[in-house]
């Protein structure tokens, strides 16, 4: 049996497009064209199409309110995203609302197709080169998470001694500062050192600016 496919877009020349990929594919059938959420989402009461194809930035009801419908009342109905967006925004708000795939427009048909396909399984789709986006933005936040677990393991004391380092101040000064001798401010720069994982003062003004415990004064 074919899959039966709904394309929900607003401009006609991609619609005829997508179409005309799609009526090229023995196993993909289009039934129904939407200009709209609003219309996608009555189409898909009457055909109950297996996949469908959905832009985001449509009149009146946008893809993304139609996908949140449409999943909620047709839980058996996939929806994949086909969109210009490439921000974790969109993507997250789509993956959120229910669809099954996120497929950029200037993708090739392959990928479009195989997102079709991959829907219809039951299973999810990414457009390829937004997973390495997404696997660096996760790598990136969790290094950040890293660090600022780090910061939390350091004592008052130390965090004191970390920022007036960041500040530019001499172990001496700090010492004068925090009421302490020379050979204590030491003894908390080289903890500071040793649970942040630094090496050089340098990396530690520099970790102080990553995680906002300078406050700058142009």
Excluded: C, W
Aim: aromatic share 4%; net charge negative; hydrophobic share 45%.
């Amino acid at each position: 049996m074919k899959i039966q496919v709904l394309i929900a877009e607003d401009h006609a020349i991609v619609r005829q497009g997508i179409r005309l990929l799609l009526d090229d594919q023995p196993d993909v059938e289009v039934v129904a064209e939407a200009a709209d959420g609003g219309q996608a989402i009555a189409l898909v009461e009457q055909v109950e199409p297996n996949v469908v194809l959905m832009d985001l930035a449509m009149p009146g009801i946008n893809g993304l309110e139609a996908t949140h419908t449409i999943k909620k009342r047709f839980p058996h109905v996939q929806v994949v995203a086909l969109t210009v967006h490439e921000s974790d925004e969109y993507f997250f708000q789509m993956i959120d609302a229910g669809a099954a795939g996120y497929v950029l427009k200037g993708a090739d048909s392959s990928l479009l197709l195989e997102a079709i396909r991959t829907a219809h399984q039951g299973e999810v789709f990414l457009h390829p080169p937004l997973i390495t986006k997404l696997v660096r933005d996760y790598l990136r936040r969790a290094r950040a998470g890293e660090a600022r677990a780090r910061y939390d393991d350091l004592t008052e004391r130390e965090r004191e001694v970390l920022r007036l380092i960041a500040e530019g101040h001499t172990n001496q000064e700090i010492a004068d500062l925090l009421f302490i001798s020379l050979s204590t401010v030491q003894t908390h720069r080289t903890h500071v050192m040793e649970k942040l994982k630094l090496r050089k003062r340098s990396e530690l003004i520099d970790y102080a600016l990553r995680q906002g415990l300078l406050n700058l004064r142009p």
